[in-house]
């Protein structure tokens, strides 16, 4: 297990490269000159346009920016916004949070409702149930998310509001206000940025429990006498979760990444509308810096998640002399 999670991490660092590489090269190509941006209205003037592209390092070749870069990550310095002149890691810590919160948030009810679904799915097979919920997974995939979004906005935050006489709806836009506590506002957000993925996980939790009901050592946890939910809980479910976690926790390092579309739509502080506001001001070093963070929060929770099998199937194991 050890010579396996070390290959790992030295995996991690060709990645890292090549994700900085791509990342940094995308920057220098794409329409826009942050140097206009820092200088303002001085950027006509060629003395102060020259002196700002020598400070940034702009003046020098590509690959020398670059090698400059990887040197100043390597010592935690990302750089600073060219908007607010704010450190990226600062505003990385600054937002994050909310990130986190709303990914945590989506997961709960990924687990909830989409596991949930697929076990009284998988349970009554060919029911009424099944049927409900084989339909609804197929209506939440095939829905644009900021689609999806936009209608629960209205739902629940204009029409729910007009129909109750502004009693009863739900806040659409934002984390905090005066109206409402801190986590109603998570709702409609995380329902949002959990649909799809609820679909997924029901639909695997259905067949890979549909699977297991079959196997050998299912029937004969039967024969002994046991009871339904003593097998389903002490042998199907352990072997059937097995898949679902997998797709849970990498949808959790996804969401972790930031969920752009979600948050842009709801307007949530997070790191991925940061780092979509960042993109149409050109500011740059927050856009690398953010993206290689979460970047590495994935490839983490990837690592984390290989490593769980082990604990979950005994029949896993990773093979020392191989590694």
């Known amino acids: 297990m050890g010579q396996y999670i070390l290959r790992r991490l030295l995996q991690f660092i060709p990645v890292f490269l090549g994700v900085t590489l791509v990342l940094f090269v995308l920057t220098r190509v794409i329409p826009g000159d942050p140097v206009k941006l820092l200088a303002g209205e001085r950027s006509q003037d060629p003395v102060v346009y020259e002196a700002i592209t020598k400070a940034y390092g702009l003046d020098k070749p590509i690959l020398v920016q670059y090698v400059n870069y990887l040197g100043s990550i390597v010592k935690g310095d990302f750089g600073q916004s060219i908007a607010t002149s704010r450190e990226v890691t600062t505003i990385f810590k600054e937002k994050y949070p909310y990130t986190v919160k709303l990914a945590l948030a989506a997961i709960f009810v990924e687990i909830i409702i989409g596991i949930g679904a697929g076990v009284i799915s998988a349970l009554r097979p060919y029911s009424f149930l099944d049927a409900l919920v084989t339909l609804s997974t197929s209506v939440l995939v095939s829905l644009p998310v900021f689609w999806l979004g936009m209608l629960l906005q209205y739902f629940f ?16 836009s934002g984390a905090h206000s005066a109206t409402f506590p801190d986590w109603v506002h998570l709702i409609l957000p995380a329902v949002t940025l959990a649909s799809v993925s609820t679909a997924y996980a029901a639909r695997i939790m259905r067949s890979q429990l549909l699977e297991v009901q079959g196997q050998d050592y299912v029937r004969t946890a039967y024969a002994k006498g046991l009871s339904s939910r003593a097998v389903l809980w002490g042998h199907s479910m352990k072997n059937a979760l097995i898949p679902v976690v997998t797709f849970v926790a990498l949808d959790l390092g996804a969401m972790l990444s930031g969920a752009i579309l979600t948050e842009t739509v709801f307007n949530w502080p997070g790191i991925g509308y940061t780092i979509f506001s960042a993109i149409g001001k050109r500011d740059w070093p927050v856009v690398i810096g953010s993206t290689i963070i979460v ?14 099998y082990a604990f979950l199937d005994p029949r896993i194991r990773y093979d020392e002399s191989k590694a």
Do not use: Q, S
Not at 158 to 170: D, N, S
Not at 295 to 308: A, E, H, P, S, Y
């Open 157 to 172: 935050g204009i029409w729910l509001k007009r129909w109750t006489g502004a009693t009863l709806y739900l806040p659409i």
């Open 295 to 308: 970047t590495l929060v994935f490839m983490v929770i990837n690592l984390v998640v290989d490593i769980g």
